[in-house]
């Protein structure tokens, strides 16, 4: 119990540590944690703010709980209306090509992500690390969007 204790207090000093450099960076879309209480990605998206109809690169970075498997371990990435009940388009997929021990840092790089031209002019977007195989869910970070139009 007490090393469960210990490693949490370290992840969560990691975490800390982690978070401060971003809160330099200027972008327009903040992710927050998803309301599961699992670990949030960090999330860079280019360009940021989406624009409807074009594609964006979406770098996903952190450190997470459990070992991500190459070719088992993906990123999905959603748009969903501001209600948060009503999926845009399909989920956006991507297989991860390295495997990362669980407490070491990851990243992922989706290089072309399509953002639907019939966003919502108020959106949410997803962003989920997960096995879809083995239906894990091992991250999780969301923001809102407005629409805005190439
Ligand atoms: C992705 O973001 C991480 C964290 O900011 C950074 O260390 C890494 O170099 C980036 N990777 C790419 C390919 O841009
Ligand atoms: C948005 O457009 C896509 C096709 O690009 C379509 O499959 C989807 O159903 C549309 N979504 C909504 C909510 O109308
Ligand atoms: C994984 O794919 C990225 C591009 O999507 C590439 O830059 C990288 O070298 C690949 N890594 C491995 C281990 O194949």
Do not use: W
């Amino acid at each position: 119990m007490k090393n469960l204790i210990f490693v949490f207090i370290l992840y969560a000093t990691l975490l800390t540590v982690n978070a401060v450099p971003h809160q330099f960076d200027k972008r327009a879309t903040t992710f927050i944690p998803c309301p599961d209480d699992l670990p949030s990605p960090n999330v860079i998206m280019t360009p940021d703010p989406l624009v409807a109809g074009q594609s964006a690169r979406f770098n996903v970075s952190g450190t997470l709980y459990n070992d991500l498997v190459a070719n088992i371990a993906d990123l999905r990435i959603r748009f969903i209306d501001s209600t948060r009940k009503t999926l845009i388009v399909n989920p956006y997929y991507q297989l991860f090509n390295e495997s990362f021990p669980r407490f070491t840092p990851f990243s992922i790089v989706a290089q072309k992500v399509d953002v639907p031209s019939n966003l919502t002019s108020k959106y949410t977007i997803e962003v989920v690390i997960e096995a879809k195989e083995l239906d894990d869910i091992y991250g999780c970070s969301m923001a809102d969007g407005k629409k805005i139009n190439s």
